[in-house]
Structures are given as structure tokens and as C-alpha cells.
């Protein structure tokens, strides 16, 4: 396979901090070989930049694997690039053509302030997990494996659930701004286990609630479903809405037995 | 070169929340209190405007009878309950009904779509969808779902337009006579700008219905995988049925089929002669 090379012109926001404005600014990138990421094809913008005297282009990364969910970029309109179940550090600019325009900007959401150019907070997420994103349990020596018996279908769907990295994109894809995806993710992989199942009425609640201290309501387009690098399914959405309704009848029921 | 940020001496780099959050009110109403619970309202009350739709739909078809069933199927609505409820109460119930499934309906989306808003901040938010200053890419959403902020407000103008028509006869080119609904109907209906209207509308509805139907599933939360595949098919479903039956009602106006000149009642202008008249062409079809 031999290595070929193309040359791209980049649109990258540059904004210096968050109450900065920030604007679009041109980078020629020369010689990108097809075979790299395009997390690094950003590494050798940045190097150029530096050798030139200039502020190098803030962005995030960290495991470049696609399990970490650290990267983020909206890449020509898209959450992570043109491909279906990729992170930006999976996307290679063999996708790219020659001589290709390619517009980066942050994730936008009014609940992720931009930190630096790309470098954003998702703080707001973590607010989310530590409304009840977790479960309560006694931490002794390690139980027997198979102790608690969870059902094929059920490990199966909470797996699925559980794939979420947490990266934001459904928040950034969504024309609502709207968490619902990460949200039901969340809630879903604890929900639909047994270990997850005494806190679970409590759970959806307060989760739900402090989403929506955020973010906005979802209209059921299903962008996230496309953004999102772990392909995590709407039909998590729908597990949460029934939950979420039920747990207001639920919880009314657990408060009046004190 | 030092940097330093901006913004790093304030807490501009912490996510603020969108809004403040209230006591919680009883029961039933703190499900309106959230965004997840007002689409749930948007969607029961949806399934109720769908059945109403449907069922205005069906019980037009009987313009296709003649001017005098028409007539009997409008009096049979006033007479809803039989002998034993008084007249016109029961119609009452499903009008006040009708009207608070609206209300709601429309309050829960415009109450959702600014919290939209509020949460898209740092983007723009043009037409009812957070916008990119670099442009972003739908990939799922479809022309159904981007426009709902947009067929919604048309379909309730239409409805004003609708009512001030052939409910309240406010508009000159109808003619209005209380209690001939085949002439007021073929009277407004034979205008071409009219019946542009009744088209452009109804195809707002149609694409209103087409994401609505999916969409609430969805807001229910009434979601199983070996179902999920019906779901589109029965929107579409619905949408065409919706569509191609309230279009029959305009199109074979202008084409000729409901014409005022079969109205053998159309010469009355007062309340009482058009009953009268059609009470009569009843009797004697009757006998």
C-alpha cells in the first residue's frame, strides 16, 4: 500500500476564552499522508504553527482510540466527522480529497462554555452522573462471581447502554441542544440490571432533573443516534420518558411509606 | 507568550444552568413542571387531536351523500347523547375537550422550544434549531421533523381560518347560512384561493401527523424493538389517509362534484327555512 499525500484547507474557530467571541481563521495543511488521524493531521497544523510563532490550535484528546470519548470537533456540520460510529480520533484523512475545505468548530451547547478554541467544558454531564448516575452498594471483599444473576438479554441491552463515552456529540448534533441520549444511556445501563434496581425510581428522577437544569427537549429527530460514536440506540430515550413518568407515581408511593 | 484567559478569574468555564428550579408541585402537575413530562402531555394530547382529525375527516365523507345527510349528520352531532343527555351538551364536553387538547398541546411546544433556545445559547437558534456559524449537516432529522415549529403555527392559523369559514361564518364569499352546511361548504370551497388554502394547510397537517405519529412512541416512551419497525409505516399510513381524504373535499369542489346547484335547499338564507327545508327531503325519503 503505498502512502499518498493531500493537501486541505482548514476553517478552525479560534476563540481566546470563554467571554472572548471568536472567529474563523484559514490553515493551509500541506502533506498530510491518508494514513494519518486526523487528530494528528491537527498535530502537524499546530507544529507548523509554533515553528511560524503562532498560538498553536487548542483541542482535546487523549486515549485516540475511541474509549476515552476526550475528542470532540464538529467537522464540516458533523459531530465527529462524516463517518457512522466514529470518534475524531478514528476518522482518517483517507475520507478527505485533495484540495477538500474542511470547517472545524467546538461542540455548541449553551451548557458547554468553550474553554479555548476547540477545548471545551462538559462539566455539565458530570452533573448529570453525580445526580444519581451510580449505585449505592456495600463495598467489602469482592462476592462470587454469579452471585447475582442477570439474564442474557438484559447484560446484553445494559452493555449496549453502557457503550456511551460520555464525549457530548448527541448534545453538539442535536438542533435542540438536548441530552437526552447520554441521559438514558446512563440511566438505562443501571436500570436494567438488578444491581441498579432499588435506586432506580430515584435514579430517572433526579437525573432527568438536573438534565434539564442544562440542556434542552428533545423533538425525536434521532441526530444523536447518527453523531454519536457508540451508536447508542433512541429506544434508550424511550426507556427513560416511560421511566421518568412512572418514577413520578413510584416515588409519591416509596415517600408515603415513612 | 504568556497566556492568560479571559475568563479564567470568573466561573465563565462552568456550565450555568438554563433555568432555576421550582417547588415542586402535587402530583399530577409536577409531571408538567418538566420538559420529559410536557412532551409527555404533547403526545396523549396529540393521540386525542389525531382521533379528532380522523374523525371530522370520516364524518365529512357524508357531504358525498348529499346536502341533506350532511345536514342530518350535523344534527346527529348537536344530538349527541340521545334521548337522554340534553341537546347540544354532550357536544359541548368534546368542544371544551377539544379546546384544552389544543391548549396544552400548543403550550407544551412553545414552552419546549424555549428552553431549546435558552440551551443553544453559544450557537444561534434560527428557526426553531440550533444553528452552527459553520454550518452543520442533518443527517436523520427529515423535512417532517425540521418543520414541526412551522406546520404547527400554520395549522392553528388555519383552524381560526377554518372556524371564522364555516363555523362562525365571518367571510363574505361564504354566504353563510346557519344550518346548510353542503352550501356553506360548497359556497367556500368553489373559490380558488380558498381551496388553496384548504390544500396548503392540509398538507402542513399531513407533515405535521407524519412526524407527530413516530414521534410520540417515542415521548410515551412506548417503545419495544420487534414493534419499532411499524412505527414509520404506520405515520406515513396515517399522514397519506389524512391527507388524500381532507384533499377530496377542496379538489372535487373546484372539479365539480359538490356543487351548490344539487343543493335543493340552497334558495333558503334564515336558519329555520334551511332546517325546514331539509327536514322535509328527509321525511319524504323516509317514507
Redesign the interface.
Known sequence: MSETTINVTL?V?RQ?????KGH?ETYEARDISTDSSFLEMLDIVNEQLIKEEK?PVTFESDCREGICGTCSL?I???AHGPNKGQATCQLHMRTFKNGDHI???PF?????????DLAI?R??LD?IQHAGGYITVSTGSAPDANLTPVPKEAADVAMDAAACIGCGACVA??????AQLFTSAKINHLNLLPQGQSERWKRVEAM??TM????????????C???CPKEIS??F?????????KA??KN?KLAGQK | MAQTLPGAASNLRDPQPIRTRKKPLPFPLNIWQSAVGRKWVMAVTGVGLLGFVLAHMIGNFHVFEGPAELHEYAEALRGLGGGIIPRLWLLWVLRLGLIAMFGLHIAAAYTTKEISRKASDNAGFISGAKSYPGGSDYVAANYASRTMRWTGPIILLYLIFHLADLTWGWLPHTNYTKGDPFGNLSNSLSNIPVAAIYIVANVALALHIFHGTWSLFQSLGLNNPKYNQARRGLAAGLAGVILLGNLTFPILTQAGVIDNADNPCASETTEEGAVHCFEEILEAEGE
Open positions: 476553517e474557530w481566546n476564552g470563554p467571554a472572548d474563523f498560538v464538529m464540516n456540520g458533523q470547517t472545524i468548530e455548541r451547547a449553551a451548557s458547554f462554555p468553550v474553554i479555548k467544558s462539566a455539565a452533573s448534533a442535536c438542533p435542540n441542544s438536548a432527568v432533573d434539564e437544569d442544562f440542556f434542552g427537549t428533545c423533538t425525536n429527530h434521532g441526530e443516534h447518527e453523531a433512541l429506544d430515550i424511550a426507556f427513560m420518558n416511560r421511566d421518568y413518568v413520578k407515581i409519591r
